[in-house]
């Protein structure tokens, strides 16, 4: 570790929105990260979420040594960590969320005072740790059966049904329950582990598989694994799965992990990962990580996908056999630009991570599958966006800024279409204000200046002041910046939608709405966004007959496009059709994606005398096969009493 507190350190520092006098902040270079990714100390850096006070004491490095107990639904073993602390500083502060802590000492065998404070029920609680003058400390602990960022599967909630399975999901702040550090986005950590599981069983994470020597070769009958991570990293990143998993490369840098009965499929519809790769870096700038991987997880994953670096978990519904859903996987990859090389550095600004991972997502299709396409998803998400203003209470709401303020509230909050659309937003009337080779030539160069670093709003507004508007204060004045971050609504210089994205279908949807015949000609010639675009356009209010004639004609019940069957039941349940009943409780009881399962069990809860009994007799069902970040949404609705 290089010698901290060094007077060129602490001079760059204050170049760096008043970035903390802590570590080496060397800027990053298009090819390198820093050693140690600074700290800020500005207002707006401080983290709500964290029990961590990094501008003391932070975490610069995690080494975990953990044995996987499939049957005990446990890790244990310990997590070294390296600490980078102020002079006189004592002790450093983590986070915990239910960690059963045996002991913590210096590395040399000499035990330390630790002390758990008072649990926040959504934060955890913090872990104060005496250190004296260790700048190295082991935590001997155990993770709880019922830890939050960790799924366990049994064999039968598997595809294969084989072994069991185990996967996490860090992001927000559920990290902290399986992994003892500071499990804020804006301390960037490298990492080294090594995993033990049970002969038969194959351990990935989301690094670069570690071929250094271990010393502490497997018990028999174990398995043994060993990854790290070279770059500082925001700790929702570090990611584990174990379970049957086999692998198959896509490209020189490319490939997918999944169940042995999934691969194939996983394989088709993954075909051009190397391409998307290759059309983000060509506007982006390199692809800093090594591999892209992806791990096809069993239905229970919660989200669409997760950009853990180096591997992206995604869930098996984007399979559909036609790759019209792989603009998941394009959101992901470019994830590896905004969100894990320029992280938020606190929840409430969320939108640096998701917004221009949109736009980015949709640039990339673009280059890819065409103009057209991507201006309807483009059409789409602004939908999605003013659905989510409206939700959020109307265009006045402050929920509806793109910074928000998340004091003593979930960071999940935050995770709505106001970051992801209205950020996209922001970005497309940039592009569309200075011109889209000017644009593209600037966020090159704003993931350069910020690589493997926290950012806030406000140094996102700086550096595009400093490097895009330079001082044109006709320009400033025309893009309204603080207006689109800090303001709620969309501004009038938003780019509207193209009118013409989806005129057949809305013809369609017309004709339709007038008593005319399901076409089902043209339902086979569109693509999925298209037949989006003419189901979610469709009167809310149908007969059974009509109904009918919809699912008869375009085979709706049993569609296995996971975004056609949701849009689909959403219909259904909204006028009580019978019929479409087998087709739900098979969706729900073999699919754990949060998007698509709270809606429908809301919508049915909310429906006293028709839905809720169904979805009364569904939930104690499907709840086994959901991940806590879904039932922890869905137990309100007090559906298993």
Same mark, same amino acid.
């Given at each position: ?8 350190a ?6 760096q ?5 802590q570590?080496n902040t060397?800027a ?24 961590a006070?990094?501008?003391e ?10 044995d ?9 073993g310990?997590?070294? =960590?390296d ?29 330390l ?12 609680a ?49 990290n ?16 080294e ?12 994470? $989301? ?16 398995a043994?694994?060993?990854y ?44 051009? $990962?190397?391409?998307?790769v ?20 069993p239905? $229970?994953f919660?989200?669409?996908?997760m ?11 984007f ?23 320029a ?24 280059? =890819?599958?065409?103009k ?8 789409l998400g ?22 928000? $303020? ?16 209205k ?15 000017? @644009? ?84 086979n ?6 037949r989006?675009? @003419? ?6 209010? =149908? ?6 004639? =919809?699912?008869?004609? @375009? ?15 959403d ?29 429908? @069990? ?7 005398a028709?839905g ?13 096969l ?16």
């Amino acid at each position: 570790m290089r010698k901290l507190f060094t007077a060129a350190a602490v001079l760059l520092a204050s170049c760096q929105q008043g970035a903390a006098p802590q570590g080496n902040t060397a800027a990053a270079t298009s090819t390198s990260a820093p050693a140690i990714a600074p700290i800020l100390s500005t207002p707006d850096a401080a983290d709500p979420h964290s029990f961590a006070k990094p501008l003391e004491a932070r975490v610069t490095h995690v080494a975990l040594d953990l044995d996987v107990d499939m049957a005990g639904k446990r890790l244990a073993g310990t997590a070294a =960590l390296d600490i980078d602390a102020r002079p006189g500083v004592s002790a450093i502060t983590l986070d915990d969320k239910g960690l059963e802590i045996a002991s913590i000492d210096d590395g040399q065998g000499h035990a330390l005072a630790f002390q758990v404070g008072a649990v926040d029920p959504k934060l955890g609680a913090p872990l104060t740790v005496r250190i004296g003058a260790a700048r190295k400390i082991v935590v001997h602990y155990k993770s709880a059966p019922d830890a939050s960022a960790l799924q366990w599967l049994t064999p039968q909630q598997t595809v294969g049904r084989k072994l069991p399975f185990l996967f996490s999901q860090g992001e927000s702040i559920e990290n902290r329950s399986w992994i003892p550090t500071q499990d804020s986005p804006g301390v960037r950590q490298t990492w080294e582990a090594k995993i033990t599981v049970p002969a038969g069983f194959t351990a990935v994470m $989301s690094g670069q598989k570690d071929d250094r020597a271990d010393p502490a070769p497997p018990l028999p009958g174990r398995a043994r694994f060993a990854y790290r991570m070279v770059h500082p990293v925001p700790s929702y990143g570090i990611a584990i799965a174990v379970g049957d998993l086999a692998f198959r490369s896509l490209g020189a840098r490319t490939g997918v992990w999944s169940e042995p009965a999934t691969l194939d499929a996983a394989a088709a519809e993954l075909g051009d $990962s190397e391409k998307m790769v290759s059309a983000a870096e060509a506007l982006y700038g390199p692809y800093r990580w090594g591999r892209y991987d992806v791990l096809v997880l069993p239905p $229970s994953f919660p989200y669409g996908g997760m950009e853990n670096p180096n591997m992206t978990f995604l869930t098996p519904t984007f399979i559909v056999g036609d790759k019209s859903l792989v603009s998941l996987v394009a959101h992901e990859l470019a994830h590896s630009w905004s969100g894990n090389l320029a992280t938020n550095t606190t929840w409430g600004d969320i939108w640096l991570n998701e917004g221009m991972t949109t736009y980015a997502e949709r640039r990339i299709v673009e280059s =890819l599958y065409g103009k057209k396409v991507a201006a309807q998803q483009v059409a789409l998400g602004i939908e999605s966006q003013n659905q989510a203003i409206e939700e959020a209470g109307g265009p006045a709401n402050p929920d509806t800024r793109l910074h928000q $303020s998340l004091n003593g509230r979930d960071p999940n909050d935050a995770l709505t279409d106001i970051a992801y659309e209205k950020g996209a937003a922001f970005l497309r009337m940039i592009e569309a204000t200075v011109g889209r080779d000017k @644009f593209d030539a600037y966020l090159k160069g704003y993931f350069d200046r910020h690589a493997f670093q926290p950012v806030t709003s406000s140094i996102f507004l700086a550096d595009i002041r400093a490097n895009l508007v330079k001082n044109d204060q006709f320009l400033e004045q025309k893009l309204r910046l603080e207006e689109w971050i800090y303001k709620p609504g969309i501004p009038a210089n938003a780019v509207p939608a193209d009118p013409t994205a989806f005129a057949q279908q809305d013809k369609s949807v017309a004709a339709f709405g007038a008593g005319g015949a399901p076409d089902r000609a043209a339902w086979n010639r569109w693509t999925t966004d298209e037949r989006l675009q @003419f189901l979610t356009h469709l009167p809310r209010k =149908l007969s059974a007959e009509r109904l009918a004639a =919809l699912d008869d004609g @375009f085979g709706l019940s049993v569609s296995h496009n996971s975004e056609i069957r949701f849009a689909w039941l959403d219909l259904a349940i909204a006028n009580r059709f019978d019929p479409a009943r087998a087709s739900l409780d098979d969706f729900l009881l073999s699919n754990g994606r949060g998007k698509f399962v709270k809606p429908l @069990f809301v919508a049915l809860a909310k429906d006293t005398a028709w839905g809720r009994p169904i979805a009364a007799a569904l939930y104690p069902r499907a709840r086994p096969l959901y991940h806590p970040l879904v039932t922890r949404a869905l137990d309100p609705l007090n559906l298993t009493k």
